[in-house]
């Protein structure tokens, strides 16, 4: 399903339009990355949890010269399923 398929969908359940549809998505994406962002965590129950952990600067290899490289720390994005999505999945409720 792409983006503008889930808003076809979000319009037909929630009975209104695509352009409301569409506006709400884009609030919801809006909000989780201003979130994260700021180093907050977005947890929807039933659905699941995102949050943004640091990743520690490190030292890695370019794959092509063998030369190590300096990898700068950096935020990223993670998400954690929620029970009742990882049941609804495997034939739960």
Same mark, same amino acid.
């Given at each position: 399903m792409n983006k503008s398929e889930l808003i076809e969908h979000i319009a037909?359940?929630?009975?209104?339009?695509?352009?409301?549809?569409g506006r709400?998505?884009?609030a919801l994406i809006g909000a989780? =990355?201003?979130?994260?962002?700021k180093? +907050?965590?977005v947890t929807i129950t039933g659905f699941g949890t995102f949050t943004a952990p640091k990743r520690a600067a490190r030292t890695g290899r370019n794959p092509r010269t063998?030369?190590?490289?300096k990898i700068k720390s950096a =935020?990223?994005?993670?998400?954690?399923? +929620?029970?009742?999505?990882?049941?609804?999945?495997n034939g739960g409720k």
């Open positions: 037909k359940q929630a009975d209104i339009s695509k352009a409301a549809a709400s998505l884009e989780v =990355k201003t979130t994260l962002k180093g +907050g965590s063998g030369d190590a490289i =935020k990223v994005p993670k998400f954690r399923p +929620g029970k009742a999505l990882k049941d609804g999945l």
